[in-house]
């Protein structure tokens, strides 16, 4: 694992042949990514599927450390000084954001890792991975446009939301083009026809792999974009959502049936056409409006009670301005999508009176 070898070498100090990168790297004081949140300053996304991603992850980072622990004390029996759990998410988190991967290795790559994420930069990176005459690959990056000495070169990680930004690299930006929100939704536990939508939905797969993000999406587990007209056609709000909602809806199993069937003739998908009955169609976007009004109605409290917190350190600053960053960037999405439903549930109504 290369973070283990990374704390090797940082152990090494000065004996070791990487200590010129290794002290240029951030020190844990300077590393903002929301594994090192605190209970408190965690509180402040609680309404953001970041909080609960970001408890899974250090649960997960404590169940490697145990691994790597065992392999210091049986391999390096004559390391006077063994890592510790806050070493071990230090050079975690140094990999996680650093890293560069390819179809062989993950890699550290001195002096490429130094470069900055810009969402808007159009510099290419291009990465030689089959090189036959060579154990390394190489990598190439071409700038965007003319840099003066002392300019900053950026390049572009990906088109990442500000959640993936504040949980793997420690940073966020004010207004992120690329922002989203993950939202659940499940089959209630009282629902006389659970069972059987559960299956249903089992069998015929409700989400596409684009509807999945870099979070351990569950089965109830919805990526929403920001809908850019609330009069278009609702390009933001993932099908497989709406599909969901319309299966929520039904109160009989004859219209369980009839999706089943309908998804049979046409391509396999669950309740990807709406419903032929308008009050149905109106219930179930009901049931959509009503549940991201509620997350928003969660997000404008976070928002406030963020906002009356007073300073108490610059640390304490600079993640309470992700945490702004982030919570507004979901909810500009959120009311986005609650928009367009709302002219949709506006116009089914007109239809059906």
Same mark, same amino acid.
């Given at each position: 694992m290369l973070a283990a070898v990374l704390i090797r070498e940082k152990k090494m100090g000065q004996k070791s042949r990487w200590v010129p990168y290794i002290s240029r790297l951030p020190q844990p004081a300077e590393m903002h990514s929301s594994i090192f949140w605190g209970e408190d300053e965690l509180s402040m996304i609680r309404c953001s599927a970041v909080h609960q991603e970001t408890v899974k992850q250090k649960a997960q980072i404590e169940k490697d450390f145990s691994f790597v622990a065992q392999a210091f004390k049986q391999h390096c029996p004559i390391v006077t000084e063994r890592p510790d759990l806050e070493d071990f998410m230090y050079a975690y988190a140094l990999v996680g954001s650093r890293a560069w991967e390819n179809s062989k290795r993950i890699s550290l790559i001195p002096f490429a890792d130094f470069m900055n994420h810009d969402g808007l930069s159009a510099s290419i990176v291009l990465r030689d991975e089959d090189n036959q005459l060579s154990e390394f690959s190489t990598l190439q990056v071409t700038a965007d446009r003319n840099y003066?000495?002392?300019?900053?070169?950026?390049?572009?990680?990906?088109?990442?939301? @500000?959640?993936? $930004?504040?949980?793997?690299?420690?940073?966020?930006?004010?207004? /992120?083009?690329?922002? !989203?929100?993950?939202?659940?939704?499940?089959?209630?536990?009282?629902?006389?026809?659970?069972?059987?939508?559960?299956?249903?939905l089992q069998t015929h797969h409700t989400r596409t792999v684009k509807d999945i993000n870099i979070f351990h999406s569950s089965c109830d587990t919805f990526t929403i974009k920001e809908v850019k007209s609330a009069i278009g056609k609702g390009k933001g709000i993932p099908q497989s959502l709406r599909a969901f909602a319309r299966v929520l809806c039904c109160i009989i199993p004859q219209e369980l049936n009839d999706l089943s069937k309908e998804a049979a003739q046409n391509d396999g998908r669950l309740a990807?056409?709406?419903?032929?009955?308008? @009050?149905?169609? $109106?219930?179930a976007h009901k049931?959509?409006?009503?549940?991201? /009004?509620?997350?928003? !109605?969660?997000?404008?409290?976070c928002i406030k009670e963020m906002e009356e917190?007073?300073?108490?350190?610059?640390?304490?600053?600079?993640?309470?301005?992700?945490?702004?960053?982030?919570?507004?960037?979901?909810?500009?999405?959120?009311?986005?999508?609650?928009?367009?439903?709302?002219?949709?549930?506006?116009?089914?109504?007109?239809?059906?009176?």
């Open positions: 003066s000495p002392g300019d900053e070169v950026f390049i572009k990680y990906g088109e990442f939301s @500000n959640a993936t $930004l504040m949980l793997d690299f420690g940073f966020t930006f004010p207004y /992120n083009i690329h922002d !989203e929100v993950q939202i659940q939704m499940d089959v209630p536990n009282d629902d006389p026809l659970r069972n059987m939508k559960l299956g249903l990807r056409l709406p419903f032929k009955d308008g @009050n149905r169609e $109106l219930e049931i959509l409006l009503s549940h991201i /009004n509620r997350l928003i !109605e969660d997000h404008s409290v917190c007073y300073f108490v350190s610059q640390r304490f600053a600079v993640r309470r301005q992700m945490a702004r960053d982030l919570l507004y960037g979901e909810l500009r999405v959120l009311r986005s999508a609650a928009e367009w439903l709302n002219h949709y549930c506006t116009t089914l109504l007109s239809e059906t009176m």
